[in-house]
């Protein structure tokens, strides 16, 4: 018995009560039928025995009766307590399962259903992994409940940016995953820039006061015969890069080193130049 409830709650929809009560009324209708046919095979019986007390046709309509009085009311009344037992089962599966997928602390996926999802990716998508920079810091100097405000703060954010078919998940401790449909490559690096700029610019509230932070973000597209493994570790190489390269970047696995350092050199010079002319304003307001 305890087999095929379990066997219902994964088969039926019994989340919802209006279930319940369907399958009180298909099983008492099976039960009606059932009885009606024991009851008919009796009657035959006692008739071919000259052992039934009553015309054929009177047994015969008292035997409906008694089918639907008897077999409908008593089956339909155990249907709904078994159906009962079906929902709370049923219920207590699904928020198992919602929680076995869930990031406690963010409210976002976590790793193992994230995976699921990249491995169902199509073409015209990104991985994403994002880590908070200096994240150790916050935790060592405020607290950890200052590192958990910064963990569902920033999550929130992700929320916001990555909406629709995007994805996103808490890999574990301060680093994200977020899978970018839509646009091509330069867009969705675009995008991956956006909500860095967006983070680094806002304060976030924690105990006694507040603190900013930044991210850094590798990107691996998805597509074509690449696994998992090979996208998950292109992404992962590209953010280790973005953080050895000072962190507050975004990286994509295309990158080549000599094309950072000539990225990096440029933006040097252009920091300088903007220095020089703030300097220049200085001295003619002087």
Same mark, same amino acid.
């Given at each position: 018995?305890?087999?095929?409830?379990?066997?219902?709650?994964?088969?039926?929809?019994?989340?919802?009560?209006?279930?319940?009560?369907?399958?009180?009324?298909?099983?008492?209708?099976?039960?009606?039928?059932?009885?009606?046919?024991?009851?008919?095979?009796?009657?035959?019986?006692?008739?071919?025995?000259?052992?039934?007390?009553?015309?054929?046709?009177?047994?015969?309509?008292?035997?409906?009766?008694?089918?639907?009085?008897?077999?409908?009311?008593?089956?339909?009344?155990?249907?709904?307590?078994?159906?009962?037992?079906?929902?709370?089962?049923?219920?207590?599966?699904?928020?198992?399962?919602?929680?076995?997928?869930?990031?406690?602390?963010?409210?976002?996926?976590?790793?193992?259903?994230? &995976? /699921?999802?990249?491995?169902? %990716?199509? *073409?015209? =998508?990104?991985?994403?992994?994002?880590? +908070?920079? #200096?994240?150790?810091?916050?935790?060592?100097?405020?607290?950890?409940?200052?590192?958990?405000?910064?963990?569902?703060?920033?999550?929130?954010?992700?929320?916001?940016?990555?909406?629709?078919?995007?994805?996103?998940?808490?890999?574990?401790?301060?680093?994200?995953?977020?899978?970018?449909?839509?646009?091509?490559?330069?867009?969705?690096?675009?995008?991956?820039?956006?909500?860095?700029?967006?983070?680094?610019?806002?304060?976030?509230?924690?105990?006694?006061?507040?603190?900013?932070?930044?991210?850094?973000?590798?990107?691996?597209?998805?597509?074509?015969?690449?696994? &998992? /493994?090979?996208?998950?570790? %292109?992404? *992962?190489? =590209?953010?280790?890069?973005?953080?050895? +390269?000072? #962190?507050?970047?975004?990286?994509?696995?295309?990158?080549?080193?000599?094309?950072?350092?000539?990225?990096?050199?440029?933006?040097?010079?252009?920091?300088?130049?903007?220095?020089?002319?703030?300097?220049?304003?200085?001295?003619?307001?002087?």
């Amino acid at each position: 018995m305890k087999q095929w409830i379990s066997l219902q709650a994964e088969l039926g929809n019994f989340q919802q009560r209006r279930a319940i009560f369907i399958f009180a009324l298909k099983m008492s209708f099976v039960a009606v039928i059932m009885s009606l046919a024991i009851i008919l095979v009796l009657i035959f019986v006692m008739q071919w025995l000259d052992l039934l007390p009553l015309p054929i046709f009177e047994a015969m309509r008292f035997g409906v009766l008694l089918a639907w009085i008897i077999g409908g009311t008593v089956s339909g009344a155990l249907a709904v307590l078994v159906g009962f037992s079906i929902h709370r089962l049923a219920v207590s599966r699904a928020e198992f399962e919602r929680l076995s997928r869930t990031d406690t602390l963010s409210g976002l996926l976590n790793r193992r259903a994230f &995976t /699921e999802v990249l491995n169902t %990716a199509k *073409d015209g =998508a990104s991985l994403v992994i994002f880590d +908070l920079d #200096r994240f150790k810091t916050i935790n060592d100097r405020f607290g950890h409940a200052s590192g958990d405000a910064v963990i569902v703060a920033v999550s929130r954010l992700f929320s916001d940016a990555f909406t629709g078919e995007n994805v996103i998940a808490r890999l574990g401790g301060e680093e994200f995953g977020v899978i970018i449909h839509g646009g091509d490559t330069a867009e969705r690096i675009a995008r991956v820039e956006e909500i860095k700029e967006q983070i680094a610019e806002q304060s976030i509230a924690i105990e006694g006061g507040s603190v900013k932070i930044t991210i850094s973000a590798g990107i691996a597209d998805i597509g074509g015969d690449r696994k &998992t /493994e090979a996208v998950y570790a %292109a992404a *992962d190489k =590209a953010l280790y890069l973005a953080k050895t +390269l000072g #962190r507050n970047r975004v990286m994509h696995e295309r990158e080549r080193l000599s094309q950072v350092w000539n990225r990096c050199a440029s933006e040097q010079e252009q920091e300088a130049t903007t220095d020089v002319r703030e300097l220049q304003r200085y001295v003619q307001q002087m």
